[in-house]
Structure formats: C-alpha cells, structure tokens
C-alpha cells in the first residue's frame, strides 16, 4: 500500500512568489490533515479536510494560505504571496475512520521544506 | 505558557540503555496521549497510544501516563541505534472537533 506522498519535497522561492503544495493521501482515506512545523517550534494543526469539505481550518495562519482538496482526493496548499516567516516543513497526514476521535491513527506524508528568500 | 512542553534534547545514550522521554502539559482537556517517532527526512509515525492514566506496553516501549500531575512518559527499554530518531508527544482533544498538540520533540541518539 502506497503511503502519503507529498510533492516537491523542498521548495526554495524569494518572498513574494507563490507556490503550491501537493498532498496524496493514501487511497480511500476520507480524512486529510495539513500541519506545519517552523524551525526549532511544534508541528502545528493547518486544517482538516472531510472528503472534499473543509471540517477545519482554524489553524490557517492568514488569507495567503488557500487549501483545496478537489474530489476528495489530492489536496493543494497554496500560499500567495509567500513571505519569509512561511518558512518550514509542510507535512499531510490521512487517516481512514471518523472525522476525529480516538486517535484513528494519522499516516503522515515526508513533508515539503519550504524556504522562503 | 505553551500547552505542551517537551526538552528538545538532545539525548544521547548507550546501547541497551532505558531512556525515558517526558512532556508536561497545562490543558485538562487532553483525552489522548500519544508518541510519534520521526526519522530524520521522514514524517511522524504514531508509536503509541493512551486514554488513561496508567502504563500501556508495546514490547520494548512502554507510555505512562499521570493526568493528575499532567506527565506524560515514555520509556524505551533495550534501546538500539535504530531508535534514533526524534520522538513527539502528543495531545488530542475535543473542540467542537478533534484537535492534535505536538510537543517540539526530542531528538535521541543510540551509540552502539
């Protein structure tokens, strides 16, 4: 079974540009998570998609931030312009059961090293 | 004050040593405690597991869990180089949805 796989897997930009993330989650998993750990800090919650709905997004830090998960399949992590504190790891994780709960167990992707000029 | 607190590390020990792993945490709220491993390049891979307070073992892992001090452990016995890695703490909890708490993580070193 192929695990979550994320696309690039570094991304160097100058502040300003733009760039899109990509997330395969693995194959029949209705729950698609995007987290993100910035240097030497946590990984933090982004947001929660339920198939092709947002369940949550209280952890997008700001409106340059736009996630898509068209289908209920691959999602997309956009962030427009970029700006240096956007620097970091991206990583998506999937899980099969119910929208939370006890910890279905969350499969994470290798991440993508964004780094911002 | 942050919700979970983990010592960054990093930790280093010898082969066959018992290392233990801790994070503390502020929020009563946290139903669930879990460890992740990470490998360097890797994402996070969930190790455990708990609800309760209380032991639960996994061959040479074991997490303790005390919700009345609000400590959280994990003990790897035997440890093997191959446990090198960084290990996460974990708190997931009910807010109108479920959320997940990392600690930051420590990094752990095995010498042969």
């Known amino acids: ?117 | 004050q942050k919700e979970v607190e983990q010592d960054p590390g990093p930790l280093s020990v010898p082969e066959g040593a018992i290392v233990s792993l801790n994070c503390t945490y502020s929020n009563s709220a946290f139903q669930y405690f879990m460890w992740y491993r990470q490998y360097s390049r890797k994402g996070p891979e969930l190790l455990m597991y708990t609800y309760s307070s209380g032991n639960k073992e996994d061959g040479r892992f074991t997490a303790q869990v005390d919700k009345s001090s609000k400590y959280i452990s994990l003990f790897i016995r035997d440890s093997q180089p191959s446990d090198s890695a960084t290990y996460l703490c974990a708190m997931r909890f009910y807010t109108g949805g479920f959320k997940t708490i990392f600690g930051a993580g420590t990094r752990l070193f095995v010498k042969a």
Not at chain 1, 73 to 79: I, N, R
């Open chain 1, 1 to 117: 079974e192929a695990g979550v796989t994320q696309f690039p897997s570094h991304s160097v930009i100058e502040k300003g540009q733009t760039v899109t993330l990509r997330c395969d989650p693995i194959s029949g998993h209705d729950n698609l998570y995007w987290y993100r750990r910035v240097m030497g800090k946590e990984i933090k919650f982004l947001l929660h998609f339920v198939k092709e709905s947002k369940q949550d997004e209280s952890g997008m830090p700001n409106n340059r931030f736009l996630a898509e998960r068209t289908g209920g399949t691959y999602s997309t992590l956009k962030v427009q312009p970029a700006e240096l504190e956007d620097s970091g790891v991206y990583f998506c994780a999937s899980s099969p059961g119910l929208a939370g709960g006890p910890p279905d167990t969350q499969y994470f992707g290798p991440g993508t090293r964004l780094t911002v000029l």
